[in-house]
């Protein structure tokens, strides 16, 4: 059985509150200290808002349980989901029946090397989209083992596509390949072992 490829987001509810995260985290890593912002008052305004997501916000197992209901994690995880501020967010588009790609562009939190995307972002992002061509695919599993090869540097500001395909599976052993590329230039490559299994739903 395969998986949805990505949640739809809402244009309101706690997706368009995401969308405004967002903007504020981009923003912010582009403002620095050297704009014209009162930082202090910004300050005091996110906080404000803090304050007021977490006097209402429901006790943390009753959280998780409700954040595994249904689809599983595509609406909350790092790299999708239309509920986490941190997440570019990726949206998964089927190329055939084992391989899913998304292209997407990424901005100044992702920054590594100068104008460039952090290494270990490139890892978040190809080992969610292992992980979820595994479900795609049918059979899906957890990381053992993960291995990049880093071939150029990945460009921020400007579309890169993220891919994955299952290649194999070997009784509980799944092994998946996946690239990042910039104007179809491969600049990381993967190569993942997942085991089938998965955790228990939080109930
Ligand atoms: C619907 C959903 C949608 C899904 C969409 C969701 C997408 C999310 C994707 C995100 C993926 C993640 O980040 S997952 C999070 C990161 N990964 C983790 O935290 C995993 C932590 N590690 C573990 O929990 C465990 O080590 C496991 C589950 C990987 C394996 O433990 P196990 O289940 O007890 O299995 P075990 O008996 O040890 O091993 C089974 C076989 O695999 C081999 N094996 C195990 N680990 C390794 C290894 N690192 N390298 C080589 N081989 C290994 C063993 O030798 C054995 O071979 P043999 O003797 O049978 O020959």
Redesign the pocket.
Known sequence: ?T?DLHAETRPTGVDAAVAAARRVIDALVRAGDISGADMADVADRLNAVADDLEDTAPPLDERLVDMWRGD???RH?P?TGPENPIAPPLRYEAVDTRTIEATTTLGLPHQGPPSSVHGGVSALLL??????A??WAGT???????TLRYHRLTPLFEPITVAARQVSVD???IRTTGEITANGEPCVTAEG???????PRPR
């Open positions: 059985m998986i599983g994690n595509t995880d790299v080992d969610h989209t292992l992980g979820v595994n479900g899906s599993g957890m990381t053992a083992e993960l009784g509980r052993k072992l997942f085991i089938a299994t998965y955790p």
